[in-house]
């Protein structure tokens, strides 16, 4: 087991940790938290949800019914599991998915979390839907997405299946839930209860991170021991300063109290899917009321020059096989003086104490920075713009109607009214080339830029952003991020619009070449995303934030790459 003591604090950094670590011994700080006291926070309903605290180790019962559920899956010929959820109820699993791969006679996992047509199909393709178990996962049994995959999936089974179908659903949710009311009414073969004192994205230990994980052959009780193992590591009784989780999240809130909010993460190969999950905790967690944690995940390791001095390196490293361009990028930094956080893990059950780890650090940020870090109010604003949208569908059959501003071969230009008249100038500005210089032209210190994709995820799609956002980064120094809608919207989306106005984003939607109809609505899949896309863009346009809104109207690999070439011409130092 690594030795997760011995977090070592940058020198840039030590004396404002050493002054909150000061503040947090006299004020028994620790001891609160596990007390539940909500004034360590805002003195709201913080101690409601801290059910997380205490989640490992959980009880003998609870993992028997874990190795009960993988024993019934194999005997009935599962081939393929699908889990459909969103944020915390998608992302622990896909994480768990990607670094540890298929284990050996397990079925393999796929994960849907996205109302892309095209991503709604590839996980159809992929798994026999004879020979395949369904996750529903949502905490609140009402959550949009998990509903509409729901809706899709199950008539895809009663169609193969008869009546037989409900027998090979599995739902996770809170007890008493909307979902659970259906699990039972459609016979659901298996029900697990989530906790109702852990929000979402810190439920990664509980059933909504551990039916999966025992679902793809995993040992659960040894990613469990290695949580435990960090959890006594963060109880009162452990001194401050060798309590890794309130190390790390006195580190994270003395960076942004020093403007170092943009948390990059260099992390070894086999750990990368770990970032996108980091994302959304730290993000969700800590951007509202006008401050932010902004998490910088999938940006390819620089040379020191290209990064200002809003950056907090955090380098999670694979002890055993260790990528050694990687070690030396990070030297690198350190020696130019950028701050650099190492974590190690031995192997990928180290995850386990990593998710531990990072909920219990978050937590305490969010304590140092002075906002609630278990409410997402932001992202429940795009939730209500995206209803009254796909309500207005719904009645009417149609979305309301557009014109764009700009049509330049396959890349459309929509306005969102203050955006477009700063752009233009006053000049009447009509050059898709000139409007994307301008708008990357208000990236200033301390800014960064995010790509907010709404296409189907695939690395022919990802490969065109990742040049723009390193361009960006080489001749800007500025810090970028990528996210696929709708996902992001569960993750980054709250920060983006409740942390400070210091993004600058570009929405990207398109075209579906071929749209999916959800069973029982009138909306498609391809409705809903264009809805969530347009409620998105309408709270950043409410917020004030500096968006360009642009849609690809033809093959949707060939818009990216022509973006990415016009940025790389058009944007220089």
């Known amino acids: 087991m690594a030795d997760h003591s011995t977090l070592r604090v940058p020198s840039a950094l030590t004396g404002a940790v050493d002054s909150l670590a000061a503040d947090w011994q006299s004020g028994d700080r620790i001891a609160r938290l596990w007390d539940g006291d909500a004034t360590l926070w805002t003195g709201a309903d913080e101690g409601r949800w801290l059910g997380w605290l205490r989640v490992v180790p959980p009880a003998d019962a609870a993992l028997e019914s874990l190795d009960s559920l993988l024993r019934n899956v194999r005997a009935a010929g599962v081939e393929h599991v699908v889990l459909m959820g969103m944020g915390g109820s998608s992302l622990c699993p896909d994480v768990l998915r990607q670094c540890f791969g298929r284990v050996g006679e397990a079925p393999a996992l796929y994960v849907l979390d996205s109302t ?4 709604v199909r590839s996980v159809e393709e992929r798994s026999d839907v004879r020979r395949t178990l369904f996750i529903v996962a949502s905490k609140s049994g009402t959550t949009l997405e998990p509903d509409l995959f729901l809706r899709y999936f199950l008539a895809r089974a009663r169609e193969e299946l008869g009546p037989r179908a409900g027998a090979r659903f599995v739902a996770v949710t809170d007890p008493g839930s909307q979902l659970e009311e259906l699990a039972r009414a459609e016979g659901f073969g298996h029900l697990f209860h989530g906790v109702p004192s852990i929000g979402g994205r810190f439920s990664a230990l509980s059933n909504f991170g551990l039916v999966p994980a025992a679902l793809m052959g995993l040992d659960v009780r040894l990613l469990l021991d290695r949580a435990a193992a960090l959890r006594r590591a963060c109880e009162p009784g452990v001194p401050l300063r060798e309590n890794p989780g309130a190390t790390l999240g006195l580190l994270l809130a003395a960076a942004a109290a020093a403007g170092r909010d943009k948390v990059t993460f260099v992390i070894s190969p086999a750990y990368g899917p770990l970032g996108a999950w980091l994302e959304q905790l730290l993000a969700e967690s800590t ?13 390819d390791v620089g040379p020191p020059d290209v990064y200002g001095a809003d950056r907090l390196f955090v380098y999670v490293r694979d002890q055993s096989a260790p990528d050694v361009e990687q070690d030396a990028a990070v030297v690198r930094l350190e020696e130019s003086g950028q701050p650099v956080i190492r974590l190690a893990l031995r192997d990928a059950y180290d995850l386990g104490a990593e998710f531990y780890r990072w909920e219990f650090a978050t937590a305490v940020a969010g304590a140092a920075m002075g906002i609630n870090p278990f409410d997402q109010p932001d992202v429940e604003a795009s939730k209500a713009e995206t209803r009254r949208i796909t309500a207005a569908y719904e ?6 109607a557009e014109q764009p501003i700009l049509q330049d071969g396959g ?29 990357l032209d208000r990236l200033g210190p301390g800014d960064y830029l995010a790509l907010l994709a709404y296409v189907e995820m695939t690395e022919a799609h990802a490969r065109p952003l990742q040049r723009m956002r390193q361009h960006i980064r080489n001749v800007r120094g500025t810090a970028t991020a990528v996210g696929f809608g709708p996902r992001f919207l569960h993750s980054t989306g709250q920060a983006y619009k409740g942390g400070p106005n210091n993004g600058v984003f570009i929405q990207i939607t398109c075209d579906d070449v071929a749209d999916l109809p959800v069973p029982g609505r009138r909306c498609s899949f391809g409705v809903v995303k264009a809805a969530q896309a347009r409620g998105d ?29 016009l940025v790389r011409q058009n944007v220089q130092c």
């Open 116 to 119: 892309d047509p095209a991503q």
């Open 287 to 299: 951007g509202k009321d006008g401050v932010a944690l902004i998490p910088v995940d999938g940006e």
């Open 537 to 565: 863009c309408r709270v950043l346009s409410d917020r004030g934030r500096r968006l360009l809104r642009l849609h690809l109207t033809g093959d949707v690999a060939a818009g990216l790459n022509r973006m990415a070439d």
């Open 395 to 400: 009645a009417g059959g149609a979305l309301p």
């Open 411 to 439: 890349i459309a230009v929509y306005e969102d009214g203050i955006n477009a008249v700063e752009l233009a100038g006053g000049k009447g500005e009509r050059d898709l080339a000139a409007l994307l210089a301008a708008h």
